[in-house]
Antibody
Framework: DVQVAESGGGLVQPGGSLRLSCVAS????????MSWVRQAPGKGLEWVSW????????LYADSVKGRFTISRDNAKNSLYLQMNSLRVEDTGVYYC??????????WGQGTLVTVSS | DVVMTQSPLSLPVTLGQPASISCRSS???????????LSWFQQRPGQSPRRLIYKVSNRESGVPDRFSGSGSGTDFTLKISRVEAEDVGVYYC????????FGGGTKVEIK
């Protein structure tokens, strides 16, 4: 079974940093694009970041560009999101997603990030 | 940026009756490779989103055939032929032709 599982969320003060992790299983991780999507409490979905199968190509939403960094370690079947200079508006559930917008076929259960003083 | 506009915001439906959700984009979603990257997702209460439809009208494996997608260019529709209780939730469209952007969501509830 294909599974992706996020971890690393928590409470952090504005201006702080957090690193999210996603461990994948049940498929050849290195062959797939991977993405992060977030959802503010009670709100809709926002695509945050994407990376290709290797650790080369990466794209970011304007709202996080320059503050967030996506990376992957194919040897560990893991995807990461380093989040710096966090803002209150970054609060939400962060989902690890297998694929890109045209192929987003498996989502994790999400990890909650709360940015508050 | 491409703006995805869904309607209605809320959709009360009687069990067994059909339901239809509209999604309109501010630009054509036809990509240079000829594909149209428009997907539909269902998010049940307390759950992660689940893909129902990809590339406008292709149903995900395991999705009941009462769900169907149609449309072209800038105008797309998700239809549920006969709503069941398990269909309650919020439905989102997603375009992947120009960066990636979601519609605002349509909440389906039982009357």
């Amino acid at each position: 079974d294909v599974q992706v599982a996020e971890s690393g969320g928590g409470l952090v003060q504005p201006g702080g940093s957090l690193r999210l992790s996603c461990v994948a299983s049940g498929f050849t991780f290195s062959s797939y694009e991977m993405s992060w999507v977030r959802q503010a409490p009670g709100k809709g979905l926002e695509w945050v970041s994407w990376t290709g199968g290797s650790d080369g190509d990466k794209l970011y939403a304007d709202s996080v560009k320059g503050r967030f960094t996506i990376s992957r370690d194919n040897a560990k079947n893991s995807l990461y999101l380093q989040m710096n200079s966090l803002r209150v508006e970054d609060t939400g559930v962060y989902y690890c997603v297998r694929g890109d917008a045209g192929s987003a076929d498996h989502w994790g259960q999400g990890t909650l990030v709360t940015v508050s003083s | 940026d491409v703006v995805m506009t869904q309607s209605p915001l809320s959709l009360p439906v009687t069990l067994g009756q059909p339901a239809s959700i509209s999604c309109r984009s501010s630009q054509s979603l036809v990509y240079s490779d000829g594909n149209t990257y428009l997907s539909w997702f269902q998010q049940r209460p307390g759950q992660s989103p689940r893909r129902l439809i990809y590339k406008v009208s292709n149903r995900e494996s395991g999705v009941p055939d009462r769900f169907s997608g149609s449309g072209s260019g800038t105008d797309f529709t998700l239809k549920i032929s006969r709503v069941e209780a398990e269909d309650v939730g919020v439905y989102y469209c997603l375009q992947g032709t120009h960066w990636r952007s979601f519609g605002g969501g349509t909440k389906v509830e039982i009357k």
